[in-house]
């Protein structure tokens, strides 16, 4: 029997921001998604994250102990809680040199399978884990959706922290994106900042603007990495910034 997906609104509404630097991306369920759009979405094709292993890993993630040790050793650590419900569920938490700084609520993935135009079958998950930021931008522009995604902070493939239209607020609390984090546009700005504020190098610049990306650039300092399931320190150095990003469920 072949089992059949429909793509869903919300999962991929992630993108679709209202905002004046371009026009907004209409979805529907009619819509064929292609590979390049549940990319860009921070979808993860289910080869590389089955279900069944996300389960495992998620079920004997236990966050707690390494949470409270990234508290005490970073200068700044971002828990984002994608629970479906009960205490904390589906919030934003940041910590500055061991105190609670900020809260808010925010939209993880779906967690549901959609299938591409090429046979593909992505899942809207949010990984689990202990991560670094990778890339941080000022005004970040998706080509593939033609919609804008400001104060993005990347920090596992095509996943980010950034903001959503106003459309979507109302669905803050809740899972409602195709992978991503989203929060409000005054909320990803103070998230983006003080990830900025954690380690600025001397060299720091932006760059790409006229693309309309703003990408920020030599605002790092060398950090340790840090191992994905436990959040213990690595004996490696990465060029980062001195916050920790963490997602538990």
């Given amino acids: 029997m072949k089992t059949t997906f429909k793509m869903s609104l919300l999962a991929l509404s992630t993108l679709v921001l209202m905002q004046p630097m371009a026009k907004a991306f209409e979805i529907d369920d009619t819509m064929e998604l292609t590979d390049e759009m549940a990319l860009e979405a921070g979808m993860t094709p289910v080869e590389l994250a089955p279900l069944q292993k996300m389960k495992m890993i998620i079920k004997n993630f236990d966050s707690s102990a ?11 650590v971002i828990v ?7 205490a904390g569920a589906q919030t934003l938490t940041m910590y500055e040199n061991g105190t609670e700084i900020f809260h808010t609520n925010i939209s993880t993935g779906k967690e549901e399978k959609v299938l591409s135009k090429s046979g593909r079958v992505y899942v809207s998950t949010t990984p689990v884990g ?35 239209g106003e459309a979507n607020y109302k669905y803050l609390g809740t899972r409602a994106s195709g992978g991503c984090v989203r929060t409000t546009l005054a ?3 103070f998230v983006r900042e003080k990830v900025m504020e954690s380690g600025r190098g001397q060299d720091f ?7 309309g990306r703003n990408r920020i650039a030599n605002n790092s300092v060398k950090v340790d990495g840090i191992e994905r399931y436990s959040g213990a320190p690595l004996n490696t150095k990465l060029d980062s910034w001195d916050t920790v990003i963490i997602v538990h469920e």
């Fill in 66 to 76: 390494g949470i409270e040790r990234a508290v005490r050793s970073h200068q700044l």
């Fill in 187 to 189: 909320d990803s700005k």
């Fill in 80 to 86: 984002v809680n994608k629970k479906t419900s009960g």
């Fill in 130 to 164: 202990f991560f670094r930021p990778t890339k941080v931008y000022k005004d970040y522009l998706s080509y593939t959706w033609n919609a804008p995604m400001p104060n993005s902070v990347f920090f596992v493939g095509g996943i980010a922290i950034h903001a959503t």
């Fill in 205 to 211: 610049k932006i760059v790409n603007e006229s693309k």
